[in-house]
């Protein structure tokens, strides 16, 4: 049973670009969330996608956008890079109908922004 | 607002008991959980507890709760030094649209043999 993977695993990018980072969900989860973790910080709630829909979404600007696709793996982009936007990305997934809200996360993605 | 606090550090000898603490803030927070990041991984579920509980025991640990305090506590029994990492303490906000973490900012657990 595959657990949540995350690709690329790292990524350098210049201010000023765009970034796609993608996430499939561990099986039988259909529900994603991604998180950004700043270095030596926890993790922050970005948004939370259901059903191809965004449910809930934490203090990000809407320069950082999602998709969740059919098959429940989403993308989370990120515009307009600034230097600040360096950070661990963290992709959870849970199963919208389980009470327990367990998420499960992935291994995460390093971005780096110069 | 919203905002979870636990200890930076913890130093403890191998075969010692561990004890992290944290406090959260929102009372309609129906589970608590405790999550490990090893470094350079992502986050691994240890643990979590319902809110209408005072302990919950998994193995070598135990998650105390104390919901007047908004308190929770994590002990490990016999701390190994694989247990070194840095471990998370989350609630889960009442919330109909959806089901965000709040996480503290993490306790780095040093075992020493």
């Known amino acids: 049973d595959a657990g949540v993977t995350q690709s690329p695993t790292h990524l350098i990018k210049t201010r000023g670009q765009q970034v796609t980072l993608r996430c499939s969900p561990k099986?039988?989860?259909?529900?994603v969330s991604w998180y950004q973790q700043a270095l030596g910080q926890g993790p922050q709630f970005i948004f939370q996608y259901y059903e191809e829909e965004e449910r809930q979404r934490g203090n990000f600007p809407d320069r950082f956008s999602g998709h969740q696709f059919p098959n429940y793996s989403s993308e989370l982009n990120v515009n307009a890079l600034l230097l600040g936007d360096s950070a661990l990305y963290l992709c959870?997934?849970?199963?919208?109908?389980?009470?327990?809200?367990?998420?499960?996360f992935g291994p995460g993605t390093r971005l780096t922004v110069t | 607002g919203e905002d979870v606090e636990q200890s930076l550090f913890l130093s403890v000898r191998e075969g010692d008991s561990s004890v992290i603490n944290c406090t959260y803030t929102?009372?309609?927070?129906?589970?608590l959980y405790w999550y490990k990041q090893e470094p350079g991984a992502g986050l691994q579920l240890l643990t979590y507890?319902?809110?209408?509980?005072d302990m919950k025991q998994d193995q070598r640990l135990t998650v105390l709760l104390n919901k007047k305090d908004k308190h929770l506590s994590l002990r490990i029994a016999d701390t190994q030094t694989g247990d070194s990492a840095i471990y998370f303490c989350?609630?889960?906000?009442?919330?109909?649209?959806?089901?965000?973490?709040?996480f503290g900012k993490g306790t780095t657990l040093s075992v020493s043999s």
């Open positions: 959870a997934s849970s199963f919208y109908g389980r009470v327990t809200y367990e998420q499960y």
């Open positions: 099986s039988g989860h259909d529900t």
């Open positions: 929102d009372s309609s927070s129906t589970y």
């Open positions: 989350a609630e889960s906000p009442l919330n109909q649209a959806g089901t965000a973490l709040i």
């Open positions: 507890i319902f809110s209408n509980m």
